[in-house]
């Protein structure tokens, strides 16, 4: 819990974010094609959840960045960048739960991940992920594309800080 609170505080200082607001990590390359089409999904999301007052923390570069940014416009949105392997722990360790839509995702490494972090997780539905999140224990499935359920399981998330802790 303290090095929770210490990587949450840091990343608070950094990009002056409000530690009382959710914190959703978001971990992926950006590029064409699946991931793209992830995010935009994610963007969508986003702005089915505006009414709440969420911290979106991006983590992730490459070729199709503008076309992210793009997709992404939402307030709450911070872009970490690219982080090495001691980026994406401290993220993890600070972040209440993580997000991804998982368009054809084979596997989900990021979710793995953050679920070995302690995170809930909130994914779409793809064969890959659904061998590594067990739904309504680590975290929550959604039909694959379909932003206003994923809409909906964040918001559920959120609302619900006890679910979140039996997840982690």
Known sequence: ????????????????????????????????????????????????????????LIAGDGPARGAVEAALRSSGVVYLGALDHGGIDRLHAAADFAVWPAIREAFGMALLEAQAAGLPVVAGDSPGVAQIVADGETGLLTPSGDETMLAKAVRRLVEEPALRQRMR
């Open 1 to 56: 819990a303290a090095a929770r609170q210490a990587h949450r505080a840091e990343l608070a200082a950094r990009h002056n974010l409000s530690p009382e607001a959710p914190w959703i990590a978001v971990a992926a390359m950006m590029r064409p094609g699946d991931k793209l089409d992830s995010y935009r999904i994610l963007g969508r999301t986003m702005r089915l959840l505006s009414d709440l007052s969420l911290t979106w």
